[in-house]
């Protein structure tokens, strides 16, 4: 009786492994397909930002002042185009051999830099690309009077544009001049690391569209990375080490002159 | 229970409720759930719309120049850096078409000649170089090659000859003091041209028995400059007289 009903059943049970194993290998190969679809949504929802800690490291020997990354910025963020707002920016320095050293960021540096007059007298010459250096130790955070700024659990300092009430302490307070007062909102805006790209996989703007690679993107708490090869083999420096306020932003081959 | 206790006790409570209501009308929802922000905050941050596709948006619809770029010399420069952004073309391609920068002025952005960019980096000066054709009459941005082989030393490295030809050494050849293989021009970066090496090569020139022209500078090669190789006080390019 059982060997009966078995019987009829034993090719119908082939059947379907046999479909399921089509099914199951056509999974396989539409996985990465699937995966890269839904990466966006997929990532947001298990994204811890403890497992990360966001940091940026910039190699001054490689810029070419092309000012790609201050467009790149700007459209991505919806920086006003008015140049005196900037979430990031290049600076050009000259350094004289008499001493004075001049710096210049004609509109951040968007459309590039006119030629340096004159050859006679001149040092050497270099453009270092400035940015919010995320601090772990945020003077602007701290003056705050409504905690509409902080740090994220990843590393990277923010503005809750909603519940800032536009009193310019925190512009006032950062030392490297990251912040600008938005005219249009007339809150306080900066740098951001790009957030909202980084915690769905991409790269930062401005890192993305670097052509010569000086702007390297990661995160610290990875050691196979390319900021972690950078942190590793290059030497780095962060701008104004004396005021304690322990940048996320690397600087390799960093002038003495640049402040 | 003492009356006056009684009071003290009412006035607590009513302050205590008071603080508790004051606070929930004034502490914004969702404060503090993660530190001293709105999480609210950080969520309007997350939801900004994205512009820039990235670089691996662009493969699955142009595999053929993702392919060639990828190998070419501007395999580091990003589509979206000439394109520009490109997340709205990734979702309705036909209706959002990305420009392409085809006039002169944009690729003297990065090769214009400037002093401050760092040397070695490809630059033209933007009025010589044949002036009034755009730049893609020549060279491909995807494969960026010289359209033949150059034949002088400047073509690529602009930033030494323009700095040799006011030096006192204008009058040197590059080849003078580098011996450059033919395939050099061809794979630059493979075959490498030489460099002096010793004092003595400085010295066939400069010792004070060299067999070369009077009004050339000349120096005691057993006394000048001590234990340092003359190019580690000179550059050659254009040395300092002074």
């Not at chain 2, 493979?190 to 060299?210: I, M, N």
Request: with cysteine; hydrophobic share 30%.
């Amino acid at each position: 009786m059982n060997e009966k009903r078995l019987q009829p059943e034993a090719p119908v049970e082939e059947e379907i492994s046999e479909e399921r194993r089509a099914f199951l290998r056509a999974c396989a190969l539409g996985a990465p397909f699937l995966l890269g679809a839904f990466r966006g949504e997929a990532a947001e929802a298990p994204y811890n930002p403890h497992e990360h800690l966001y940091a940026m490291g910039v190699d001054v020997e490689r810029c070419i002042g092309c000012g790609r990354c201050v467009e790149a910025c700007k459209r991505e963020n919806d920086v006003p185009r008015e140049p005196y707002y900037f979430r990031t920016w290049v600076e050009r320095y000259v350094v004289m051999t008499q001493g004075e050293t001049a710096v210049d960021s004609p509109n951040g540096g968007i459309a590039g830099f006119p030629a340096v007059g004159g050859e006679r007298g001149l040092l050497r010459t270099f453009f270092v690309p400035k940015l919010c250096n995320h601090c772990a130790n945020p003077p602007c955070v701290q003056v705050c009077p409504v905690g509409a700024t902080f740090s994220t659990e990843d590393g990277v300092v923010l503005v809750d544009k909603d519940y800032c009430i536009g009193c310019r302490y925190c512009i006032q307070a950062c030392p490297y001049g990251a912040r600008y007062f938005d005219p249009r909102s007339r809150t306080a805006d900066k740098c951001t690391f790009c957030y909202h790209r980084v915690v769905r996989g991409l790269l930062p703007a401005c890192v993305e569209v670097c052509p010569t690679g000086a702007r390297v993107f990661g995160d610290l708490r990875q050691r196979s990375s390319p900021l972690g090869r950078f942190t590793r083999l290059t030497k780095i420096q962060v701008l104004k080490p004396h005021l304690n306020t322990e940048p996320k932003v690397f600087y390799a081959n960093l002038d003495g002159e640049v402040r | 229970m003492p009356q006056q206790l009684t009071r003290v006790l009412i006035v607590f409570v009513v302050l205590v409720s008071a603080l508790v209501v004051a606070r929930h009308f004034l502490i914004p929802k969702t404060f503090g759930e993660k530190g001293h922000y709105r999480t609210a905050g950080l969520e309007a941050v997350v939801k900004q719309p994205i512009h820039y596709a990235g670089r691996e948006a662009c493969t699955p619809c142009h595999p053929e120049i993702v392919e060639t770029h990828r190998k070419a010399r501007h395999q580091t420069v990003a589509c979206e850096v000439c394109h520009g952004p490109a997340a709205a073309h990734t979702e309705a391609p036909t209706e959002n078409r990305l420009p392409a920068p085809r006039e002169r002025g944009y690729c003297p952005l990065c090769h214009g000649y400037d002093l401050s960019r760092p040397t070695g980096f490809p630059q033209i000066d933007p009025v010589a170089h044949n002036p009034l054709k755009a730049c893609i009459s020549c060279h491909n941005p995807h494969q960026p090659e010289p359209p033949h082989v150059p034949e002088e030393c400047r073509a690529c490295h602009g930033q030494i000859a323009r700095t040799k030809a006011v030096s006192p050494h204008v009058l040197l050849p590059c080849t003078r003091c580098h011996n450059t293989p033919v395939q050099h021009k061809i794979t630059p970066r493979t075959v490498l041209p030489d460099k002096p090496r010793t004092r003595e090569f400085c010295g066939s020139c400069h010792a004070e028995g060299a067999p070369s022209p009077k009004e050339i500078r000349r120096v005691d090669l057993q006394t000048h400059g001590g234990r340092y190789l003359c190019w580690q006080c000179h550059y050659p390019h254009s040395p300092e007289l002074d």
